[in-house]
């Protein structure tokens, strides 16, 4: 996207310089048919190019790739070629001249008359780890970005897997001391029964032989 962001630019400049000189020859009395059917054509590659943008733009940003935030500033950029399309055909339908404060806007981007470099706008306001990367390197950086947040989920899940088995475990040795409480309680039980069922026994015996001792004492008497 960025390549073919520099290539729209670009060709918006020369778009811009041939609409100079076919004026020019104009008003020398040339003849601008050639150049002529070279900006119609221009032009309309122009348009194409700004559309293919704009449909980047939105699969890069549907598929969450770039943030909403970049994804708005890239918008504003397309939005800016739109304006200059526009004021490109103008002036080439002879709607609006050179004159007219437009066409330093016209001139303006790219690598200009100059032949010197600018930095492109597709990137600006980046964060310090994407600046000066290709679209193809910002990319990779996301993926790995990306790659190492699953990493990050897939560690969680297995720590909230042993935590789950670590509970079942837990649950599992509650649930088998609970038993053994049962059957010490039951145990309990059965020997208090046990011993109650002795002590009966005990004083029944006792009563008896009271009651045998005072009989055999009074048949002696």
């Given at each position: 996207?960025?390549?073919?962001?520099?290539?729209?630019?670009?060709?918006?400049?020369?778009?811009?310089?041939?609409?100079?000189?076919?004026?020019?020859?104009?008003?020398?009395?040339?003849?601008?048919?050639?150049?002529?059917?070279?900006?119609?054509?221009?032009?309309?590659?122009?348009?194409?190019?700004?559309?293919?943008?704009?449909?980047?733009?939105?699969?890069a940003s549907s598929s969450r790739r770039i943030m909403q935030s970049e994804a708005d500033r890239r918008q504003n950029l397309i939005d800016d070629l739109l304006t200059r399309e526009k004021q490109l055909n103008a002036t080439f339908k002879g709607d609006i001249t050179e004159s007219e404060?437009?066409?330093?806007?016209?001139?303006?981007?790219?690598?200009?008359?100059?032949?010197?470099?600018?930095?492109?706008?597709?990137?600006?306001?980046?964060?310090?780890?994407?600046?000066?990367?290709?679209?193809?390197?910002?990319?990779?950086?996301?993926?790995?970005?990306?790659?190492?947040?699953?990493?990050?989920?897939?560690?969680?899940?297995?720590?909230?897997?042993?935590?789950?088995?670590?509970?079942?475990?837990?649950?599992?040795?509650?649930?088998?001391?609970?038993?053994?409480?049962?059957?010490?309680?039951?145990?309990?039980?059965?020997?208090?029964?046990?011993?109650?069922?002795?002590?009966?026994?005990?004083?029944?015996?006792?009563?008896?032989?009271?009651?045998?001792?005072?009989?055999?004492?009074?048949?002696?008497?």
């Open positions: 996207m960025l390549q073919n962001y520099d290539a729209t630019c670009r060709l918006a400049q020369e778009i811009a310089e041939n609409i100079h000189e076919r004026n020019r020859q104009q008003r020398t009395g040339g003849n601008p048919a050639k150049i002529n059917m070279t900006l119609r054509a221009s032009l309309q590659k122009l348009k194409q190019n700004i559309a293919q943008l704009k449909e980047g733009l939105l699969r404060p437009s066409r330093s806007t016209l001139m303006a981007g790219g690598a200009g008359a100059s032949g010197g470099t600018s930095a492109n706008p597709w990137l600006i306001n980046e964060s310090e780890e994407t600046k000066g990367l290709t679209f193809g390197e910002i990319k990779q950086q996301q993926q790995r970005v990306i790659e190492a947040q699953d990493a990050g989920l897939d560690a969680l899940a297995a720590v909230i897997s042993r935590q789950k088995i670590m509970g079942q475990e837990i649950g599992n040795e509650l649930d088998e001391q609970n038993e053994i409480v049962d059957d010490l309680a039951h145990l309990v039980d059965t020997t208090d029964n046990r011993i109650r069922n002795e002590t009966r026994r005990v004083k029944l015996v006792e009563t008896k032989s009271a009651s045998c001792g005072e009989h055999s004492c009074f048949l002696y008497m």
